[in-house]
């Protein structure tokens, strides 16, 4: 909802309940992803979060990288 799938704010709505997300930022989109992950069959579940959780990872990584070379995040 909003702008959520160009970069902007907006919310999702995962079982019925709204929730609001800001501007784009990787690491919230992946929360949610785990959360609306938990609705599936167990297979798919499993697959979408461990895939999430690794997007997530190199994600982090890169963010301290940033941070180690003087560039804020």
Known sequence: MGGVAHDGSGGIVINGVF??????????AGLATLQAARGLQ??????????TLRAMSSQLQHMEKEIEGGREV
């Open 19 to 28: 929730h609001p997300i800001g501007p784009w930022n990787p690491l919230l």
């Open 42 to 51: 167990r297979d798919a579940a499993k697959q979408i979060q461990l895939e």
